[in-house]
């Protein structure tokens, strides 16, 4: 499991019993939409994550399918740092119970859990076969300029209860507060929950299509406003850099690199918080 030595405050749900450790600034957890609503076939592009620990412990997240094999989630989804070593990861589409095997994953290198703050907060998960569901168009990065509401869609908890209503892929408008180079921050209304980690978020184009603009991240209050989500038009190339090599290699390694343990982190919103061990039988 996630070390509980984190100068941090993160719950995860642990046989039933949620544990706490306490930070001086921020609260940590892996966050599905608070307000939201069932979102239908044309959000089949966004899939779940779902984590096996080493130990047994397992986790959820979600994610965006870009290219027929490739997912784009958030760094803290996958990387060592947050899920532990040797954590297996499974994507699974909507209307199929399947889980695809991830072959490999890879998130920025400058990621940091200690610093999420700074930004980074972006991955991609390279499934070994092709992914049930049509990808979106990642290439054309919409102007947010004007930009009021974003949608949001992911899988995670209606509740933040931490309950067991994650893995219904929802959906809610939501304001958009704020908009700078690593984030685009959510103001007041609906929010993102445990699970939603990874999760996309649009905007609508003039024509009244909508392109992706964000990748769910995290927040400073459990499921509440002020959500931060991944600017990904400043992430582009990493991203496209992954697609590329993931189009190249008919079956890429995987190659997950990671760094030392955190020490402070705000809220996530994917894996930690409904984290689960391995039930023995007795």
């Known amino acids: 499991m996630v070390p509980l030595s984190w100068q941090c405050s993160f719950l995860l749900l642990l046989a039933g019993a949620a544990l706490a450790c306490e930070s001086e600034n921020y609260s940590t957890s ?3 939409i608070l307000g939201g609503s069932p979102s ?4 089949e592009a966004i899939v779940a994550l779902r984590i096996k620990q080493a130990d047994g412990g397992r ?8 290219a027929p094999q490739v997912v784009v989630t958030a760094a803290h989804c996958v990387a060592p740092q947050a899920v532990g070593a040797n954590a297996v990861f499974y994507v699974l589409a909507d209307g199929t119970r399947e889980e695809l095997a991830v072959s490999s994953v890879e998130f920025d290198p400058d990621f940091d859990l200690d610093l999420i703050g700074r930004g980074h907060d972006i991955a991609v998960a390279i499934t070994a ?4 569901a049509p990808a979106l ?3 054309a990065q919409p102007e947010l300029g004007g930009v009021s509401t974003l949608r949001l869609v992911g899988y995670g908890t209606s509740s933040a209860a931490m309950d ?3 893995g219904v892929r929802r959906q ?8 700078d180079d690593k984030f685009l921050t959510l103001g007041d209304g609906a929010a993102p929950c445990y699970g939603d980690s990874g999760g996309a978020a649009f905007v609508q184009r003039e024509d009244g299509s909508e392109a992706l603009a964000g990748i769910v991240s995290f927040t400073q209050n459990a499921c509440g406003p002020g959500a931060k989500l991944t600017n990904l038009a400043t992430y582009q190339g990493f991203v496209a850099e992954q697609i590329d090599n993931a189009e190249a290699s008919s079956s890429p390694g995987c190659t997950i690199a990671g760094r030392g343990e955190a020490s402070t982190l705000m809220w996530l919103f994917g894996v930690l918080a409904i984290m689960r061990p391995r039930r023995r039988r007795g």
């Open 30 to 32: 892996q966050h599905a």
């Open 40 to 43: 239908g076939p044309e959000d």
């Open 59 to 66: 986790g959820l997240c979600s994610g965006v399918v870009v």
């Open 129 to 132: 076969e092709l992914i049930p």
């Open 137 to 139: 168009d990642f290439a």
């Open 164 to 166: 067991d209503t994650e």
């Open 172 to 179: 809610a408008l939501v304001p958009l507060d704020d908009v």
